[in-house]
Nanobody
Framework: QVQLVESGGGLVQAGGSLRLSCAAS????????MAWFRQPPGKEREFVAV????????SYADSVKGRFTISRDNAKNTVYLQMTSLKSDDTAAYFC????????????WGQGTQVTVSS
């Protein structure tokens, strides 16, 4: 089985920065694609960013493009989300997810880490 553990969330003022981490352990099914999603209070979960195994291809939601950067360190089985110029609209629970080869849906999810941006 796969375990994903997020960390790095917290309370930050608008305009500030945070870096989230997601560490994978267990059977990681290399090569795997990783993504970040978020769920704002009272809203549906939404896509934030995705990165391929090599890190050569990334994609972002329009709402975070230019402010957030996804990266990964395969030696550490860890994916990161660097968030800058944070806005109150970025307040959400952030989840990482793993897409293993041959699958079309994210089968493995972390427990989430809360990001709260105060205005």
């Amino acid at each position: 089985q796969v375990q994903l553990v997020e960390s790095g969330g917290g309370l930050v003022q608008a305009g500030g920065s945070l870096r989230l981490s997601c560490a994978a352990s267990g059977r990681t099914f290399n090569p795997y694609q990783m993504a970040w999603f978020r769920q704002p209070p009272g809203k549906e979960r939404e896509f934030v960013a995705v990165i391929t195994w090599s890190g050569g291809i990334t994609s972002y939601a329009d709402s975070v493009k230019g402010r957030f950067t996804i990266s990964r360190d395969n030696a550490k089985n860890t994916v990161y989300l660097q968030m800058t110029s944070l806005k109150s609209d970025d307040t959400a629970a952030y989840f990482c997810a793993m897409l293993i080869p041959g699958r079309t849906r994210y089968d493995y999810w972390g427990q989430g880490t809360q990001v709260t941006v105060s205005s």
